[in-house]
């Protein structure tokens, strides 16, 4: 299979040809429009990646070109811009597919091996998995020769899944697909149809699993059943470690190649920030230092770097304004430019299914009905990352919601599969005193409400009993991913590394093991003598001090910070036994944020923290989402 890149981006660009190249692929790389035009008339490609952002000729203007002359390879279009007005510009131009950087890279690979299936599946009728074979021309179905008999609806299901392999279908969609407008069944009609299929599979030997239920989502073929026979597919065979540990390997060595690059364009957004400063910048320097962090944002998540994607595109927005850039902009600009160093100097091996990046996919669980919207709402939840799962059994969520007060010894609770954020349907279920029991929980499970009731007394009410965020209906799916992404956020303070320094350790210990459900990163520090250097090499985003400590106390430390011009914005907040007043006033003169006495809690540290994360915008530039 032979592949163009078109990707001005050059160390990106070797990154996707490294993974492209593991997987067998033949891949030529053009770094504009006008190339990617000339290579595509002289050559045969079997499917063209095209960034929009080109130079000469921009990626939608030569996909139009393409399909007006009658090219039919499949285009998948990549981008660092996530606007949905260039989705529909795309795929109204004759793009097949859009996706939106940073890449991920083993979601990039199935929507590749998805568009060269259906572009070679389309010259065939006879479409195969396993040992089922299925011949559209004369709608027979075999299994390993033997003629298996089907209704037309049952034929219907086997070749919608048969002709994506890999796709899940919900049952709204197959009922889309199958049944007509005059014709609605109902969603057990779906099932009715899938079980007698199932059936009839294992009478013929293919076993009722041939078709597997993905909870939450849908149906699908039993992925762990065929090994896949094209030359392709047979680079996929290899075990998905080994296969995973080669690539990770192939763009860390791509990583370190254009380390230097980075550097640089790092360094041309200091510069026109600098200028700023200096009341010198203008719209062309200001232009120059938007292109730097619009390709930042498109590269760095795709090397496992996916936070600092969030930040160069948070500098993106502030500098792409029309105007020069003015005083009130410059101290965000600094805080993002910090950050985005930190990022780039951190050496963890990079696309890797770490722990934290587990952490970073938030667990949502929903207790509702399985309404197209929350059927829609989960599957759009699984392209943001987001783990989602639903319960709807009917006897299982009046369990939850009957219970007495006396019942609740027994710990209902256990019935949830551990999430991290839950949605709860207020129209449906009373969930008030759920509500309270994930509020009470160490640390809190934050909710989200959803319902019809929007006015001030509904919203009092969640509020008074514990929901983290309310949702009105009817609401978009985009506005609903991005609270619950929100309210993740909030409360879980992710990638936050936090120093804490007391000369007691087991106070040390007792606020690291306090920190660790939140998700808070700690760096502890016994010796203040040894607190500049540990300052400088691990980074924190948040110092936590005490204050009676021997050699420095935690006053001296925090003057010490607030003099230093590239650590004066970071937060301080003092823990300490001591209550005079005077010592409080001490603290803040210093230029303490917050000041919190022993003893506490480790629900009223975390929430201090994140708070203050917050204030200071360090905390805002990690949200992956925006409300719309």
Known sequence: ?????VEDDLHLADALVAMLTSQKYQVDVVNDGQQGWEYIQSSSYDLVLLDIELPLLDGISLCHQLRSHNFQVPILLLTARNNQLDKVKGLDAGADDYMVKPLDIAELSARIRALLRRSSEGTSSVLTYEKMVLDTSTCDVTYNGKPIKVTPKEYGLLELLMGDRQRTYSIDKILDKLWTFDDPPSANTVRAHIKGLRQKLKAAGAGAEFIETVYGLGYRLNQNLEKPHSATATANSEPDSDRQFQLNQSIQKVWERFRETLDDRIITIEKAIAAANDGQINLQMQKQARQEAHKLAGSLGTFGRREGSTVAREIELIL?????????????LSILIDRLHQIVETDRPNNCTSDQQQIDSPRLLIIDTNEPFIQNLIIEASRHQIQAEIITEEATIRQICDRTPSGREENMLQLLPNPQVVLLNFDRYPFRQLLVDLTQQNPPIPTVVFTTQ???????????????????????IERAIAVIRDVFRQHYAINTRVMIVDDDPQMLAAIQTLLQPWGIQTITLGDPRQFWKTLESSRPDLLVLDIEMPHLNGIELCQIVRNDPRWRGIPVIFVTAQTDRQIREQVFQAGADDYLTKPFTGSELATRIVNRLKRTQNLATRTDFAYH
């Open 320 to 332: 792409q304004l029309d105007t020069p850039l003015i005083s009130e902009h410059l101290p965000s």
């Open 1 to 5: 299979m032979r592949i163009l890149l």
């Open 454 to 476: 929007g006015d001030i007394s509904k919203r009092v009410e969640v509020v008074r009993l514990g929901g983290s965020a309310f949702l009105e209906k009817p609401v978009t």
